[in-house]
């Protein structure tokens, strides 16, 4: 039976497609000593703060559509719609941050504030909210230019929310939660807690930057209602990433088993696909970009057949 170095095949893959600085030593020898399921953390964590181009149903908040902006920004914000729905890159528009997939750990010595580390986005881990900057005016390095607002989106992989657009800095504010609640009661962007009765004690904006900042998430009260952040908010290690990674490793570890074990779950899913498995397979994980997507498949050499891994 051959011996398929799938933990070697994501390492390399996840390596490929993370930036950091590959000259600096100390963080390879880091990453070396690194395991494969905290590097898949940190690789979806970079990967959430993606948008992936392609068109997506458009859903507007009330607070969207009656926002008043200056006129250079309504119409800033027109463009960057339309990039939105017709599924266009739109990277220029995101932090500065996304060019960081990968930093040092801060030294256990120093007290923990995860609101200064530039490959984490406590906003999108915690809220699963992604801001844009509105400005159509490229700068030298690609993005466009940082002004006083931003747009403030949930995307999901058909559709996306337009939820407002408010100051930058705003990463704290609750009444985001609260437009996503009221305008989508059953879309589940925060998930209700039933048989929780809501608090009288509220968070500033301040208290919640600080516990964020220690990787400590919070529930938000809307309406008398307590909701949830999207997949059960941000880790003590500021991510949000582990049901991703969990997914990922439970399907490769039944992929594995069967491979080892007749390869029926295998040939069952090459028979479908019209093709053959291969007497002496050669297969390898890869990390693949879709018209739709982008994720890590199984893939066997000689065939070129492949399917989605997670």
Known sequence: MPSFAFENDIRQE??????????????????????????????????????????????????????????????????????????????????????????????????????????????????????????????QDGFVERGDLVLFAIFRQKEVALLDVLPHGAWTDDNLVAIAVRNWPAANLFVPLKGIISSTHTFSAADRKQLRGAGISTFISVDGKTYSPPHGGISTAGTSSSMKVFRFRKQLRVIEKDLAEGR?????????????????????????????????????ALTGHAFKVG
Not at 30 to 48: G, P, V
């Open 264 to 300: 029926e779950l295998i040939r069952k899913n090459f028979e479908e696909a019209g093709r053959a498995l291969p007497d002496d397979p050669d297969f390898r994980i890869a990390f693949v970009h879709t018209d739709e997507d982008w994720f890590f498949v199984l893939k066997e």
């Open 14 to 139: 996840i390596l490929k497609a993370l930036p950091f600085d590959k000259s600096d030593q100390a963080l390879a020898a880091e990453i070396s000593a690194t395991s494969t399921h905290d590097l898949l953390t940190r690789f979806y964590n970079w990967l959430d703060r993606l948008v992936h181009p392609h068109p997506r149903e458009t859903f507007l908040s009330r607070e969207y559509i009656f926002r008043q902006l200056p006129a250079k920004a309504q119409v800033q914000l027109q463009l960057l719609q339309e990039k939105i729905e017709r599924g266009d890159h739109l990277g220029p528009h995101l932090s500065r941050g996304i060019r960081f997939g990968l930093e040092k750990a801060t030294p256990t010595s120093s007290k923990k504030n995860l609101n200064k580390k530039r490959d984490l986005d406590l906003l999108l881990n915690d809220w699963g909210i992604h801001h844009l900057h509105l400005s159509d005016i490229a700068e």
